[in-house]
């Protein structure tokens, strides 16, 4: 039984792309600890998927459009200010562009998504029980296994001190690692609640099995050795609560409020997705209360905080860290990148030249303007902003549209698409108050999940 269930759930629909789909998996698998050999892992199988599809991908227009997007960041670097930076910056996003274009090829079916969501949610536990440590017990370590093969980094009590970070350059990046990790564990979560529920009304149940029939066919042609396979359903919910009530913890703890607020938004569109008016209700009642809290006006909000911990309504309102320089704000930094793109607006001043540009007006080093398409129109101009934006943003309106034809997709499979598309527009809505790009975990992660969801969309659209 365990072997079968194997084979019909890892199966790859293109026989020519089992090898390159069992890569897919082990990279993934091993990417948070390890980035070099997963990154390397992973581009392996995205160069045999090349190899063995590379008349599809160069059909496609979708990757035509990237192609002219590499041509135009080329072009805004020999204008730049800091050409060498600009030219560094180039690597943010061309070997990424190859990359998409052969995972796009690559992952074809909901169930692939299904098993990249439990590789990415299983190996997140070390990422994420290295964070309680680091905090809570003081662990601190520069680890490096032959470099390649094992590279953790902890910093003592997070960075900032008191944030968690775990092996992360940041508590922000990893933030944003967890609410990848968190939405797609409680779409994983849901379907095991829902399979247990099935179960639990018996005739229902063998109901429901009738309707998932067509799934189920689509299923047992899919396979590949991968590194992990799903427990069964009972074992998958009990575990999954326990790995998202983690998660969640690990991420309030990080005191991104950026990441709370996407978090909390995705437990409310999941809840719309059900039809959970009970659920929609108190989480509405619990953001209301917190908001108040943090600004209403005193009379007001000194009754929330009676209830409400200050450890969010202080980080929501600023008060936890008052007196913070005005050059430090969000707000000054995108009022400058504005300003820039607005004096270059058809090649900008180049990839990473904001830091250079943002010291000398305001005498203080800042990586990024903490939004990355106001950063992309300050440093490659309007055109390859709008561009960048209308490709990505094709993916997701033809990944909702996929997910709105209920005749193409079973219904099983209907609630994995929307996981994804869920934490695209988490990645988007993060990066309008961050900058992910330069973390090399969450860039790889960011464009397998786009071409994950672009080739499901290809599989159903034909396009």
């Known amino acids: 039984m365990l072997g079968t269930r194997l084979k019909t759930a890892f199966r790859h629909p293109n026989p020519n792309l089992q090898f390159p789909w069992n890569l897919a998996q082990i990279g993934l698998f091993i990417f948070p600890l390890s980035p070099f050999l997963g990154a390397v892992t992973l581009g392996l199988a995205s160069l045999k998927t090349w190899l063995r599809q590379h008349r599809t991908i160069i059909q496609s227009p979708l990757n035509w459009g990237f192609a002219l997007l590499g041509v135009l960041l080329i072009i805004s670097s020999a204008f730049a200010e800091n050409k060498t930076e600009a030219f560094l910056g180039l690597f943010n996003f061309l070997p990424f562009f190859l990359f998409f274009a052969g995972f796009s090829a690559l992952i074809q079916t909901p169930t692939q998504l299904r098993q990249l969501s439990w590789n990415l949610v299983i190996s997140s536990i070390p990422v994420v029980i290295i964070g309680f440590g680091q905090l809570f017990l003081g662990w601190t370590s520069k680890l490096e296994i032959l470099w390649i093969v094992l590279e953790i980094n902890i910093l003592p009590q997070g960075d900032p001190r008191g944030r968690m970070a775990s092996i992360f350059m940041h508590a922000n990046t990893l ?3 967890l609410v990848i990790v968190f939405i797609l564990g409680l779409g994983l979560w849901l379907e095991s609640f829902q399979q247990l529920r099935g179960r639990g009304q018996g005739a229902g149940g063998q109901k429901d099995k009738e309707t998932r029939g067509q799934g189920d066919k689509e299923d047992k042609e899919e396979i590949s050795i991968s590194p992990l396979s799903p427990p069964s359903p009972p074992l998958s919910f009990l575990f999954l609560t326990a790995v998202l009530i983690t998660n969640f913890a690990a991420l309030i703890l990080t005191n991104s409020r950026n990441a709370w607020a996407i978090a909390i938004a995705a437990c409310l569109a999941y809840a719309v997705y059900q039809g959970w008016r009970i659920l929609i209700a108190f989480v509405s009642g619990v953001v209301a209360s917190v908001m108040l809290a943090a600004f209403a006006p005193q009379a007001i909000a000194v009754i929330f905080r009676k209830v409400v911990p200050a450890f969010f309504w202080a980080r929501l309102n600023d008060q936890m860290y008052p007196d913070r320089p005005t050059a430090l704000m969000r707000k000054t930094q995108w009022q400058f990148a504005w300003s820039l793109a607005e004096q270059r607006p058809w090649t900008g ?25 106001l950063m992309l129109s300050a440093e490659t101009g309007l055109p390859s902003t709008l561009l960048y934006c209308g490709l990505l943003g094709w993916i997701l309106f033809a990944g909702v549209q996929v997910l709105r034809r209920s005749k193409d997709i079973d219904h099983k499979d209907k609630l994995i698409l929307f996981s994804y598309l869920l934490v695209l527009v988490g990645w988007v809505l993060f990066n309008t108050a961050d900058v992910t790009l330069f973390d090399f975990r969450l860039n790889t992660l960011a464009w ?14 034909n396009v």
Not at 362 to 373: A, D, E, T
Not at 452 to 461: A, F, I, L, M, T
């Open 349 to 373: 001043w180049g990839l990473r030249n904001f830091t250079a540009l943002y010291k000398a007006h305001s005498q203080i080093r800042l990586g990024h303007p903490h939004n990355l398409f």
């Open 175 to 177: 933030a944003a690692y």
């Open 448 to 461: 397998l999940l786009f071409s994950s969801v672009c080739g499901v969309v290809y599989r159903y659209k």
